[in-house]
């Protein structure tokens, strides 16, 4: 489990880093701008799921 989270956390970091880097051309948004845009929905979706693992 642990590697595959860091291949998948290295590929996001990857690709919000291209994105950051291509929405706005000239100039180029902070990589914690997208990874936050992108993560809080994600965040409050596996919040607000709430099952408990026991």
């Known amino acids: 489990?642990?590697?595959l989270s860091m291949a998948f956390g290295a590929a996001f970091?990857?690709?919000t880093d291209a994105a950051a880097r291509?929405?706005?051309a000239p100039a180029e948004l902070p990589i914690?701008?997208?990874t936050a845009f992108l993560g809080a929905p994600f965040?409050?979706?596996v919040l607000r799921r709430g099952r408990v693992i026991s």
């Open 32 to 34: 914690g701008v997208v």
């Open 13 to 15: 970091l990857v690709l």
């Open 22 to 24: 291509t929405l706005v």
């Open 43 to 45: 965040f409050l979706f």
């Open 1 to 3: 489990l642990l590697p």
